[in-house]
Structures are given as structure tokens and as C-alpha cells.
């Protein structure tokens, strides 16, 4: 085994559900995520949400973001804010500004430079003014981000575009990362550039969480240690029930299919059960 699993949950979700105008269009969800370590490394995690289009993975999202308030149910992290430090808090209910969300079309402010996006980011954080040059000068550096920091978002190239975004969201939130949709409409190196962003991300802190959903479930299975498929619930008499719920969990970290640098054919067994999943629901 390569890895062990400690006991404590870095994300719990309870019995979950949205409508919209009365409507339901997700319910009963319901998951336990554990804090990932591994030996001699600092192992952050990666959970992945697939399924068809309008099963519900984004309102999920702004649920988990604590954006929107679930119909019922709750979305628990730890409290690090009352017990910084302390290895494990308690856990307590998502507040806005918890968890960082990064957007597909990775939206940055028009009139402020990188550098200075990067330092609106860190704005309620109870640094000197000269330690958060220093936090933004390490990241940009790590970045690849550092030739352009003063330049605006329309003098940036796409990926530069992306890794900025994300890049405010790891310095200005907690652990938690949602990304929705991070590789669609991506070219091939700027997916290898987003790709390189999740690396860094749960390299740089055991909490660091990204949340993630793509059509690209070779990505997914590639990227996760977790992955849900949303989808439609087959009903006794043969249909499915329009309201979005987990279909499936795959525990890639379990099967030892986490943190592979190429894709095996086990891998590849993986993602065609998921595409049948995603399929039938
Ligand atoms: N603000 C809203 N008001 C009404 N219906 C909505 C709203 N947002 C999403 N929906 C509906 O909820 C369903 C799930 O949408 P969404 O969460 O965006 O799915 P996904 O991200 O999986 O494509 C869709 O049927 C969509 O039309
Ligand atoms: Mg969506």
C-alpha cells in the first residue's frame, strides 16, 4: 500500500438536496471525505464529480461553495479558523469565503495586473505587507507567472489567464478549491498547464482539497483519488428519476490507481465503467 488514510473527514455531506421553483433537482446526496496522507510527502486531495449535462454538478457546487443553501441537509468541513493550528478541528457548516470558487471562464479583474489581483486576493489575510510580497513572489515563481506579473488580463496569454485565477483562489481561501469544468474548451498545453496547477495545489498543504467536474473522464480518472458519478437514479419500473444523485463512487486511491504519471490498462478499464455509469444514468 502507498499510501494510509487517517480517520478524519476533510468534507462531509448530508443528505443534500436543491429545488428550483418546488422542483427538486438534486437530492439525497450524501459522501464522507477523508484526509489523504502518505508517507514522507505532503499529499493534498483530488475529488472528481462526472455525469451528464444538467444532472446537477454546479448547483451541487454552489452548495458545497456555501454560494446557495441547500433545500436540506449540510456540507461540513473542519473549522480551521477558531482552531488554527489544532491538526483536526471539529467540524462545522460551510460559510461563504470557505471554499474558493474558480470558474470556468477563469474571470479576472480587467484593471488589476496579476501582481496586483494576487495581493487583492490575500487582502484579509494578517500578513505584513512585505510577507505577502514574499508569499506572491514564491508563488509566481512556482507559478511560471513571475515575467508577467505586471501585466493586465488581456496581455495574458490563456493559460496564463488560468493559472492566475487559480492562483488567486489558492491565496486567498482556506484549502478548499471547486473548479467547474476547468479543462472544457482548453487546448492541449493549456489542460497540461491546469493539470500542473492541481499538482502544485496538493502539494503545497495536506488540507488542500480540489473539487473538480469534466466531461473528460480520463482526466478525471487520472487526476482523482475519488470520483462520483451525478446522475439520474434508475426507478423500479425501468425509467430514470429526473433528480440528480450519486450514482457511484469509485475509491481510485483504494484501487491503486492514484498518482500513476501514465494510464494503464486498468485505468482504462476504470473510465469505461464510468462512461457506462454516466451513460445509463
Ligand atoms: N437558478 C436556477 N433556476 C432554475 N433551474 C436551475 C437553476 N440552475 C440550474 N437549474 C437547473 O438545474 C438542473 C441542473 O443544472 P446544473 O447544476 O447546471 O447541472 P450541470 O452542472 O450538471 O450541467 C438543470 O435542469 C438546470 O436547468
Ligand atoms: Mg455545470
Known amino acids: 500500500m502507498t499510501y494510509h488514510e487517517t480517520s478524519d473527514s476533510i468534507l462531509t455531506v448530508e443528505n443534500l438536496s436543491v429545488d428550483y421553483d418546488g422542483k427538486k433537482i438534486i437530492q439525497n446526496i450524501n459522501f464522507d471525505e477523508k484526509d489523504i496522507t502518505r508517507p514522507n510527502k505532503i499529499q493534498g486531495q483530488s475529488i472528481a464529480f462526472v455525469g451528464r449535462s444538467g444532472r446537477g454538478k454546479s448547483t451541487l457546487f454552489r452548495c458545497l461553495s456555501g454560494l446557495e443553501k441547500p433545500k436540506t441537509g449540510k456540507v461540513l468541513l473542519p473549522d480551521m479558523h477558531k482552531h488554527q493550528g489544532e491538526a483536526y478541528p471539529p467540524m462545522k457548516e460551510v460559510g461563504e469565503g470557505d471554499v474558493g470558487f474558480v470558474d470556468q471562464k477563469y474571470t479576472l479583474f480587467r484593471h488589476k495586473t496579476v501582481y496586483q489581483a494576487l495581493q487583492f486576493a490575500m ?25 508577467v506579473k505586471d501585466q493586465y488580463p488581456n496581455e495574458l496569454s490563456g493559460g496564463q489567464r488560468q493559472r492566475t ?19 472544457s474548451g482548453l487546448d492541449v498545453g493549456n489542460i497540461n498547464n491546469v493539470k500542473s496547477a492541481f499538482k502544485l495545489i496538493n502539494e503545497s498543504h495536506e488540507l488542500n482539497t480540489v473539487i473538480f467536474c469534466t466531461h473528460d473522464i ?5 487526476l482523482a483519488e475519488s470520483l462520483y458519478v451525478l446522475g439520474y437514479p434508475t426507478l423500479e419500473n425501468g ?32 473510465v469505461e465503467q464510468v462512461k457506462q455509469s454516466i451513460l445509463e444514468s
Do not use: C
Open 239 to 270: 425509467r430514470l428519476e429526473p433528480i440528480g444523485t450519486l450514482i457511484k463512487k469509485y475509491d481510485l486511491k483504494s484501487m491503486g490507481l492514484a498518482w500513476h504519471d501514465q494510464l494503464t490498462n486498468r485505468h482504462y478499464d476504470v
Open 218 to 222: 480520463e482526466l478525471a480518472v487520472a
Open 123 to 147: 487582502r484579509k489575510q494578517k500578513l505584513e505587507k512585505s510577507e505577502k510580497h514574499d508569499k506572491i513572489m514564491v508563488h509566481l515563481r512556482d507559478w511560471g507567472l513571475e515575467t
Open 165 to 183: 485565477a487559480i492562483l488567486e483562489q489558492v491565496l486567498s481561501h482556506t484549502n478548499y478549491i471547486i473548479m467547474d469544468e476547468p479543462f
